[in-house]
């Protein structure tokens, strides 16, 4: 088989899921569908798509199945069915949910005979089929390396690793920076226009800003890795110095200073943890931590 001539199937047609099977019919993968609601697949069996009468039926078709449902749950329920057959056959769950989920759904699925990888989409719908969707996949890297050509119709594919929770962690991680740049952007932005410069104005040099932060991110994580954070550009407590200035201009000026208070204890306690002379990296200490401890 050439990868156009293998059949997948996708299970779960909100609009990712839509957007999934899409992608597999224009790249010419003969494809099967199924979903709870079936008038959802009407555009999709108009662009050639099968849409199988039951779950049973939608995984025989498919030499690779898609899972996009709302959680794991409901992916256990759907395909523990007891007229559900698994053994033998191989799916790729794109779910989300969190990293114990997606383990203990590896191990459910394995029991009963499936292969199974897990994974996590990084992008909206509409990118589903270009380069800038990001699709992380994790589990066996022979199962995954034995579905690539088909899977690179979804788009720029990324293998993490044989733990299945991995894409999970990847996930929440990656939301963790966008939120992260996102907040203190608006920070910033609340700031200025209190001088009355707007969001436009103020973009640009943010953009210069989060850019050249990133550049930071090998050396720092070698520090990390290396378990050693020498101040090689400004020591902890310096850093604290500038972030209560921020606290103080915030105040002064009307803004919310919640999140730079947030940031401004984390650092206060390693400073008190005896890090004051170390490079920022070493708040990865507290970030290891629960709250509290």
Not at 124 to 131: E, L
Not at 168 to 189: E, K, P, R
Not at 206 to 212: I, K, N, Q
Request: hydrophobic letters at 45%; one cysteine or more.
């Amino acid at each position: 088989m050439n990868k156009t001539d293998t059949p997948v199937t996708v299970i779960g047609l909100g609009l990712m899921g839509q957007a999934l099977a899409g992608a597999f019919l224009k790249a010419g993968h003969p494809t099967t569908v199924w979903n709870r609601t079936t008038s959802k697949a009407h555009q999709l069996v108009a662009e050639g798509a099968r849409l199988a009468p039951t779950i049973g039926d939608a995984l025989e078709e498919g030499s690779l199945t898609i899972i996009c449902l709302t959680d794991y749950q409901a992916v256990q329920e759907l395909l523990g069915a007891s007229d559900v057959e698994l053994d033998g056959m191989t799916l790729l769950n794109l779910t989300s949910g969190d990293s114990a989920q997606a383990r203990e759904t590896a191990r459910w699925a394995t029991q009963r005979g499936a292969r199974y990888l897990d994974g996590a989409i990084m992008a909206v719908p509409p990118a589903i089929g270009t380069a800038e969707a990001v699709i992380l996949h994790c589990g066996p890297q022979a199962d995954f390396e034995t579905h690539k050509s088909t899977l690179d119709a979804l788009g720029t594919l990324s293998y993490l690793g044989a733990d299945h929770g991995l894409a999970s962690l990847y996930d929440v991680a990656g939301l963790a920076m966008m939120w992260s740049v996102l907040n203190a952007w608006l920070q910033g932005t609340a700031l200025l226009r209190t001088a009355g410069v707007d969001a436009a104005t103020y973009a640009p040099f943010a953009r210069r800003m989060a850019a050249g932060v990133a550049e930071w991110l090998p050396g720092y994580a070698e520090q990390i890795d290396n378990n050693s954070f020498p101040a090689e550009v400004s020591a902890l407590a310096t850093d604290a110095r500038a972030m209560a200035h921020l606290i103080r201009e915030s105040e002064a000026v009307g803004v919310n200073a919640e999140l730079p208070k947030l940031i401004k204890a984390m650092a206060d306690r390693s400073i008190a943890a005896g890090h004051g002379g170390e490079q920022y990296p070493v708040l990865i200490e507290e970030f290891g931590k629960p709250r509290g401890d």
